[in-house]
C-alpha cells in the first residue's frame, strides 16, 4: 500500500519540488497552500486551495491514514519583505496559525511522522557580525537573539514542534534551512530571494552593465540548491533522529563574490552599485558537523553547478515575458 503525505506549502518553491520528489519515492501526495504552484511544478495525487490559519481546513486535510506531514506552509519572502520591519506581525501571526493548526490536527489524527522547516534566521544575530567567521551550529541558538520576528516565529514554532514530542510522544524532525534556491521559484515581485534577484538582475543587465547591490556586498552567505535540500530531509525524515539539523552548503560566498560567479555564467561584465537597503546579519554559513555525524550526509553540488541551472531558468523565463509583452 503507498505511503501517504501532506505537503503543506505546496504552492511555494520547495514545497512544490517536494511534492514531486515524493511522487518519484511512490507516495500518494496531497499539497495544500493558497494558492496553486506558479510554475506547475506540483505533481500531486491531490491539491487543496485552503488557508491553514483556519484549523477547520487543517481537519479537513485528513480525510484518510496521512502517514507524513511537511509543514512548509509559511508567511515570508527574502530581505525586502522580511528585514524592512512593515510585516513582522503578519509574518510572526499568520506562520504561527499554520504550524498550531497542522500540529494539533496531525496529533489528533495520528500522523505517523512531521517534518518542520525551521531557518536559519533562527540563530543569534550576536554570532554572524563577521562576515569571515559566522557561527551556526546547532547548539549555538541560545541565548536566543534572531535579527528579525520571523527568525523568533521559527524559534518559537520549534519549540512547539519539539514540545509536542515531549508530551504526546509525536515522531518531529526539525530541520533549519540555509538560503535554498533553484529554478521554478519566485524571481521577482518583492519576495524574491538574493540568488534568484540578482539572477534576475544580471539577465536584464547589458554586458558591462550596473546593478544594484543592497549594502557593501561585503555580507557573507551560503546557498544550497533545491535537489539537495530535498535529499537532506527525506533522510532526516527517514532517520530516527528529531534534530533541529542545518541543512545547507558549507560554501561561503561574499555577495560580491556571489555577483560575480552569476556574472561569469551569464558570460557577462557586471559593474555593481552598491545602495541603502535591507542585508540581514554580516556573515551566515551551515555548520554541517551535526549532519554528517547523525545522518552520514552533507551536501556534494558546487555552488556554480546550481546557479548555472537556476540563471538558465530565471533568463529564459525573462524572455518568455518580454515576447508576451511584445
Known amino acids: 500500500?503507498?505511503?501517504?503525505?501532506?505537503?503543506?506549502?505546496?504552492?511555494?518553491?520547495?514545497?512544490?519540488?517536494?511534492?514531486?520528489?515524493?511522487?518519484?519515492?511512490?507516495?500518494?501526495?496531497?499539497?495544500?497552500?493558497?494558492?496553486e504552484n506558479e510554475f506547475g511544478n506540483d505533481k500531486a495525487d491531490d491539491f487543496v486551495i485552503g488557508d491553514l490559519r483556519d484549523p477547520r481546513v487543517c481537519e479537513s486535510l485528513f480525510d484518510?491514514?496521512?502517514?507524513?506531514?511537511?509543514?512548509?506552509?509559511?508567511?515570508?519572502?527574502?530581505?525586502?519583505?522580511?528585514?524592512?520591519?512593515?510585516?513582522?506581525?503578519?509574518?510572526?501571526?499568520?506562520?504561527?496559525?499554520?504550524?498550531?493548526n497542522m500540529l494539533e490536527a496531525s496529533r489528533i489524527n495520528g500522523v505517523d511522522k512531521i517534518f518542520y522547516s525551521s531557518s536559519a534566521c533562527m540563530y543569534p544575530e550576536y554570532n554572524q557580525l563577521d562576515p569571515d567567521n559566522p557561527k551556526c551550529s546547532e547548539d549555538s541558538a541560545y541565548p536566543a537573539a534572531p535579527d528579525s520576528e520571523y527568525g523568533w516565529e521559527k524559534l518559537f514554532s520549534e519549540r512547539l514542534y519539539l514540545s509536542y514530542m515531549r508530551n504526546y510522544g509525536m515522531e518531529v524532525r526539525v530541520a533549519r534551512f540555509h538560503n535554498i534556491f533553484g529554478p521554478q521559484g519566485t524571481w521577482d515581485g518583492g519576495r524574491e530571494k538574493a540568488p534568484a534577484a540578482l539572477c534576475r538582475k544580471i539577465a536584464m543587465a547589458e554586458d558591462s552593465g550596473e546593478i544594484e547591490i543592497w549594502g557593501d556586498g561585503l555580507q557573507t552567505r551560503s546557498f544550497l540548491y533545491i535537489d539537495e535540500c530535498l535529499e537532506g530531509v527525506r533522510r532526516l525524515m527517514q532517520s530516527d533522529w528529531p534534530g533541529p539539523v542545518n541543512i545547507g552548503s558549507e560554501e561561503m560566498v561574499s555577495i560580491n563574490g556571489f555577483v560575480d560567479m552569476i556574472a561569469k555564467v551569464a558570460g557577462k561584465t557586471i559593474h555593481k552599485k552598491h545602495i541603502e537597503g535591507p542585508?540581514?546579519?554580516r556573515g551566515r554559513n551551515s555548520d554541517n558537523a551535526l549532519i554528517h555525524e547523525k545522518l552520514g550526509w552533507k551536501p556534494t553540488q558546487p555552488l556554480e553547478v546550481g546557479i548555472k541551472q537556476t540563471y538558465d531558468w530565471i533568463a529564459e523565463q525573462i524572455r518568455i515575458r518580454e515576447s508576451v509583452e511584445a
Open 1 to 35: 500500500m503507498k505511503k501517504t503525505a501532506i505537503v503543506c506549502g505546496a504552492g511555494g518553491f520547495i514545497g512544490g519540488h517536494l511534492v514531486n520528489r515524493l511522487q518519484a519515492e511512490g507516495y500518494w501526495v496531497r499539497g495544500v497552500d493558497l494558492k
Open 64 to 100: 484518510r491514514k496521512i502517514n507524513e506531514v511537511y509543514q512548509l506552509a509559511a508567511d515570508m519572502g527574502g530581505a525586502g519583505y522580511i528585514f524592512t520591519g512593515e510585516h513582522d506581525a503578519v509574518v510572526m501571526h499568520n506562520s504561527a496559525l499554520c504550524n498550531l
Open 279 to 281: 542585508t540581514g546579519v
